[in-house]
């Protein structure tokens, strides 16, 4: 019998999380038939014989090898691609999925009947105790449709999109999957969603897991690279037509070098950015954006000149703040 869930789960180093993500995939009160599709993205520990074990001992897993390293967006792609239900949900190698979390979502999304479906509340924990809750994050809105201006996260507020969700197989097709040219490929699977337009609500209630301080993460990996305005630049100029003028200006004038600026964080400061009729561009197809960027190397926040922005950053800090004592 064809499943009706697969959940997908790319796996990269995560010998020591990957059984507990996977025990939590049997403990959602699923009772139609579900696929686990596992991809391996050439780990260089174990993780491929914790995978062999696994699939030995479930029948509902499946297993799938990349000969060569190709990063997050190749793999879930790979994974989506080798499964059959018409639902999908991505959980990653080292989270974890509170019980009944799925059959929740499940049932909402078929009565929502919408597009997408998210958790209502992500909740980082440390290292290896569930318990040890570093924060959570959630949404100040639960029963409306998530839009566009949410994935700016103005203020600091937190876009339920940017963490795994479940969707259709129909949406993921019609979006393309997920992007492979850049390190953010769930923030840039948000935006093609949205952008795609299509629908998605956060499910009430239903929770997300999500390991820190463990691993070095891939957020991590791409801070410590100076990566994170450079991959944010992509995904915004991947969507160029739903910014107006004064906006795509800015991100095309930004230093993705300095990288103790953060393009999105100040994007989202400037009010009106988005074209007035932005909900009538989504869901249509455009042409890519032909525009060539000067080239700029990364600056690792390790290097010398890393050193120099941050000490710089420091410095501006202090200026700003004793401004602020004297105005007072």
């Known amino acids: 019998m064809k499943p009706e869930l697969s959940i997908i789960i790319p796996c990269y180093n995560s010998e020591r999380t990957l ?6 995939c049997f403990k959602q009160g699923l009772t139609k038939p579900f696929e686990i599709i596992m991809v391996d993205d050439k780990s260089t520990d174990n993780t491929i014989e914790v995978m062999r074990t696994l699939a030995g001992q479930h029948p509902e897993i499946q297993l799938f090898f990349h000969g060569t390293n190709l990063g997050g967006g190749a793999t879930r792609n790979t994974a989506v691609k ?3 239900g018409n639902v999908i949900f991505c959980l990653d190698s080292d989270d974890i999925l509170p019980d009944r979390t799925l059959v929740r979502m499940l049932a909402a999304l078929t009565s929502r009947n919408s597009d997408g479906l998210t958790i209502h509340r992500s909740i980082k924990f440390s290292g290896t105790d569930i318990q040890k809750v570093h924060h959570v994050d959630s949404p100040t809105e639960i029963d409306s449709k998530i839009t566009l201006e949410s994935l700016l996260q103005k203020n600091g507020l937190f876009c339920p999109l940017y963490v795994n969700f479940m969707y259709t197989r129909k949406a993921f097709n019609k979006l393309g999957g997920y992007p492979i040219s850049h390190g953010f490929d769930t923030q840039g699977f948000a935006w093609r969603f949205i952008c795609s337009g299509l629908t998605a609500y956060v499910c009430k ?9 463990f691993n070095e993460s891939y957020y991590l990996r791409e801070y410590n690279a100076g990566g994170i305005s450079y991959n944010w630049r992509d995904i915004l100029l991947e969507h160029y037509y739903v910014f ?24 989202s400061q400037i009010d009106d950015v988005f074209v007035r009729d932005y909900i009538n561009v989504c869901g249509k197809i455009h042409p890519t954006l032909k525009i060539k960027l000067a080239v700029q190397k990364r600056v ?17 800090e202090l200026i700003n703040k004793n401004e602020y004592k004297k105005r007072k």
């Open 205 to 213: 209630d239903a929770e997300y897991l999500h390991r820190i301080h």
């Open 19 to 24: 059984r507990e993500a996977v025990d939590s």
């Open 244 to 267: 107006n003028k004064k906006a795509l200006y800015f991100i095309l004038a930004f230093n993705c070098q300095d990288f103790t600026r953060n393009i999105l964080t100040e994007l």
């Open 82 to 84: 080798n499964s059959t």
């Open 300 to 316: 690792k926040r390790s290097s010398l000149k890393g050193y120099y922005y941050r000490l710089r950053h420091r410095f501006i």
